[in-house]
């Protein structure tokens, strides 16, 4: 064996290195690891300084032959260099052969023989779980007992400190299924994993879908991203109650993502209520107009009437209006305003400056369904102002309220307002004989 082997394969060592990983290493292992590896970093650093030092004298030997060769004069006929005596003696010392080369060839052939003889006599890893036998002695264990101050117990590296962290999770890990699987058995039941909170949700709105899961609805809702894709997929099964369940789920706690979901669901009259439901929270203004049209039944037209309303933006609003002026759905868009404990009404007064006399018309319609005891006065102000004047009166006259009723008639005691209230009348008439 190389005298020299022993720093680089030790046997003891590497026992060391495995069993530190499984379960907790002892004080005595981590000095040892600690010794080896400040003993290779050093190793390592020298061997690094003497490449760079043997490499800077290459360079700096090679730049000075480079710069003589540079200064010599040449002849010009043949373009040979002509030497002077100190050049021929450089030259002469460069094509010497180095005495060092035997010497390097003979370290090189050692090397070669002790990783020859450390790869024969390598003995193969012990298997460290089972392994229960303290470590053989060795010559580190008796330099241990000597009391070198290498292998004195000292604080854990950073890297030490992982392996340490690692093996104490492991162990706590074991330990936590260890202590799970006796719970399990003295239970008398087999260890398998609790279903889903979904699946709990599923199940409890199968068998009734009126109660109240509350825990399971928060738990599906506060991971709905990931509960989301199983959803659609229960949804296309073959059992109505559990695509019922899920409908309601998506229905109620959804995202935008479950769109195309609901809207096949629309098809299927079991699913139907389910899809309005969902929609009129997830789909666009747009959209839920476009529902309104294609809806045959009354409940859920008002239903996305009032989801129209509540939005309280100019786009929904508008749309709204746009079916109000239509004959077809002007009666359930009017009883849907009219229910409404806090309709959008700073909204439907911006109307009354609308372009075009139908929105104008529609919006004063829709105010005057409003049986709020503000309203007169809230239109009282458009007609003092001058916006919205004749529309806000035609509000006026069509609001049930008594308050309605005496505002106007202290407007017509001025002649201008009086002849402002007929015309208002005769359109109203004429609106009311046209669509008849």
Known sequence: MAPNQSRYEDPDFDRLVRQASWPEPSAEQIARLAAEWHTISRRRRRNVGYSVAAMAACLALLAT????????PSDDRTGKLVHGKGTGR?????????????????????MQTAKTQAASGCPEPPDVVASTNPPAPSESAEARSRGDARFEPREPTAYERIVLATATANRRRAQRRQVETAVWEKKGVETKKRPSALEELITGL?????????????????HIER?????????????????????????RIGTAQSLPVLEGMLGDPALHQCAIAGMCRLADSSELARLVVAESDEELRQLLFGTLLERRTMES???????????RFRGDALTTASAMADPPVDVLIAFLQHPEQRMRLAAAEALGSLPQA???????????????RQEAIMAL????????????????QDVGMAALIFAAQQQLRSLTLTER
């Open 397 to 412: 006259l069509l609001s049930p309220e008594a308050q309605s009723a005496r505002f106007l008639n202290a407007l017509r």
């Open 90 to 110: 450089i030259i002469a010392e460069l094509e010497q052969p180095s005495p060092a080369a035997p010497n390097a060839r003979s370290q090189i052939a050692e």
């Open 65 to 72: 032959a480079l710069v003589l060769r540079q200064s010599e």
């Open 227 to 251: 509960f989301e894709p199983k959803l659609w997929e229960i949804a296309d099964e073959g059992n109505p109650q559990r695509r019922l369940a899920a409908a309601q789920v998506i229905a």
């Open 317 to 327: 609003i508008g749309l709204f209006l746009e079916l109000v002026s239509s004959l």
């Open 374 to 388: 503000d309203i007169a006065s809230r239109l009282g102000e458009s007609v003092h102002r001058g916006v919205g």
């Open 206 to 222: 199968v068998a009734d879908p009126q109660t109240d899961v509350g825990e399971q609805w928060a738990a599906v809702e506060n």
